[in-house]
């Protein structure tokens, strides 16, 4: 089974304070994905990446930033967190063969910043 | 981007088969639709995806009109632990950018 874990379930910062949410796939996975949930808004894809050291900016890029140093992990940081970037933070992770982009998610890290 | 409409809702007996409906009339020839679902406090799970014929696998069905207009998610036997937001979603284009609407909460009750 394809597994994705993320560091954190539950994360609480201060407003200011620089922020790492890590990602890391066990099943060699070319893509990997960055979104937040909110409720309302749905799942919006903040940056994505198709292979180390590659990044694509999302849906909402600002105030993040990304590095994938190595296939396996992908890593959100921000900056300097914010009051409006407390979220539910999913990460997931596709193979790219022909059209088969299933993508696996992990269990989330909710972030609340203070 | 193709989008799709779903109900907000729906409920379903346990046993009983769960069909999901999906409307997404500005598809196009070569986008496929996925279903996608998430269990509460818990990451976004892949069911089953098509192009134009019917797919099946241990998880569901997926029925797609001849038009590609519509499509169905069928779970068969639905239990309680398929109590979920079901997300229906065209595949754009790039990279495998899914757009997550906002889904359809499907309750199981006994």
């Known amino acids: 089974d394809v597994k994705v874990t993320q560091s954190s379930r539950y994360l609480v910062k201060r407003t200011g304070e620089k922020v790492f949410l890590e990602c890391v796939q066990d099943m060699d996975h070319e893509n990997m994905f960055w979104y937040r949930q909110d409720p309302g808004l749905g799942l919006r894809l903040i940056y994505f990446s198709y292979d180390v050291k590659m990044k694509e900016k999302g849906d909402i890029p600002e105030g993040y930033s990304v590095s994938r140093e190595k296939k396996e992990r992908f890593s959100l940081i921000l900056e300097s967190a914010s009051t409006n970037q407390t979220s539910m933070y999913l990460c997931?992770?596709?193979?790219?063969?022909?059209?088969?982009?299933?993508?696996?998610f992990g269990p989330g890290t909710r972030l609340t910043v203070t | 981007d193709a989008k799709t409409t779903q109900p907000p809702s729906m409920d379903c007996a346990e046993g009983r088969a769960a069909n999901l409906p999906c409307n997404h009339s500005?598809?196009?020839?070569?986008?496929?639709v996925y279903w996608y679902r998430q269990i509460h406090s818990q990451g976004p799970q892949y069911i089953i995806h098509g192009l134009k014929n019917n797919e099946t696998n241990e998880m569901a069905s997926l029925i797609i009109t001849e038009d590609r207009k519509s499509s169905t998610l069928i779970l068969p036997h639905a239990t309680l632990r398929d109590t979920a937001v079901y997300y229906c979603?065209?595949?754009?284009?790039?990279?495998?950018?899914?757009?997550f609407g906002a889904g359809t909460r499907l309750a199981v009750h006994p």
């Open positions: 997931a992770s596709s193979i790219t063969s022909g059209r088969r982009d299933e993508q696996y």
């Open positions: 979603i065209v595949l754009s284009g790039g990279y495998n950018k899914l757009i």
């Open positions: 500005t598809i196009s020839g070569n986008e496929y």
